[in-house]
């Protein structure tokens, strides 16, 4: 195995397991979480499945709608699917629930920051876009629908579907909407591996706008 190879598959792995845990912080903070955060929460209390199974369980159907729209995954589109939810599952139990409210806006905002930087990496690593990612990607390729106009009305969607299963829309949501695109912006480019000459195609070649796992 060569050495970018290596660093690749290192930085996928740690991306992917800091983007759980940093979940599992913004859950914890209680204000608030990304609208299929919310979506994962709202079916977890329906349902009494834990977060982390019912968000493997989401990517995975988010998966399978990749299957119309011609979407190929990658290496990390397969892993996100299987691993983010775990690492969430950790944060969430080494993690008590906050009620202080400069404590809650302390751990939303350290998850936030967290995220991003894991986004910058897994992405960055060049193995594949997450699932969700791919669905939007997929849809405006497919049918030609803006990226603004297809994640705005996906998220919209899963929003308002938890919000009506249970759950928790705040202030963090509106915060989480506003600056993770930015952050995102910052930490992408600084983690991205260059790409080398003849290197293995494990879904480097996959497009991946946006920021959802």
Same mark, same amino acid.
Do not use: C, H
């Given at each position: 195995?060569?050495?970018?190879?290596?660093?690749?598959?290192?930085?996928?792995?740690?991306?992917?397991?800091?983007?759980?845990?940093?979940?599992?912080?913004?859950?914890?903070? *209680?204000?608030?979480?990304?609208?299929?955060?919310?979506?994962?929460?709202?079916?977890?209390?329906?349902?009494?499945?834990?977060?982390?199974?019912?968000?493997?369980?989401? $990517?995975?159907?988010?998966?399978?709608?990749?299957?119309?729209?011609?979407?190929?995954?990658?290496? $990390?589109?397969?892993?996100?699917?299987?691993?983010?939810?775990?690492?969430?599952?950790?944060?969430?139990?080494?993690?008590?629930?906050?009620?202080?409210?400069?404590?809650?806006?302390?751990?939303?905002?350290?998850?936030?920051?967290?995220?991003?930087?894991?986004?910058?990496?897994?992405?960055?690593?060049?193995?594949?876009? *997450?699932?969700?990612?791919?669905?939007?990607?997929?849809?405006?390729?497919?049918?030609?629908?803006?990226?603004?106009?297809?994640?705005? *009305?996906?998220?919209?969607?899963?929003?308002?579907?938890?919000?009506?299963?249970?759950?928790?829309?705040?202030?963090?949501?509106?915060?989480?909407?506003?600056?993770?695109?930015?952050?995102?912006?910052?930490?992408?480019?600084?983690?991205?591996?260059?790409?080398?000459?003849?290197?293995?195609?494990?879904?480097?070649?996959?497009?991946?706008? $946006?920021?959802?796992?």
């Amino acid at each position: 195995m060569s050495r970018l190879l290596v660093r690749r598959t290192v930085q996928l792995l740690v991306g992917l397991f800091l983007y759980g845990f940093s979940i599992g912080m913004m859950i914890r903070a *209680g204000i608030g979480v990304s609208p299929w955060d919310v979506l994962g929460q709202g079916v977890s209390l329906q349902s009494g499945i834990p977060f982390g199974l019912v968000t493997n369980l989401i $990517g995975l159907a988010v998966l399978i709608l990749w299957i119309p729209l011609r979407q190929k995954p990658g290496v $990390g589109t397969v892993l996100n699917v299987l691993l983010v939810g775990p690492s969430a599952e950790i944060g969430l139990a080494v993690i008590p629930q906050q009620t202080e409210l400069w404590v809650q806006i302390f751990l939303f905002t350290g998850g936030l920051l967290l995220l991003a930087v894991a986004t910058g990496l897994y992405i960055g690593a060049r193995m594949g876009p *997450g699932p969700r990612d791919g669905l939007m990607t997929g849809m405006n390729r497919r049918w030609g629908w803006p990226i603004w106009a297809v994640r705005t *009305g996906i998220e919209v969607s899963v929003l308002a579907a938890g919000w009506v299963l249970g759950g928790t829309v705040g202030v963090g949501t509106v915060a989480f909407a506003l600056f993770v695109g930015p952050l995102v912006n910052l930490t992408l480019p600084r983690l991205r591996v260059p790409e080398q000459p003849n290197e293995p195609d494990l879904g480097s070649r996959t497009a991946a706008s $946006g920021v959802a796992p």
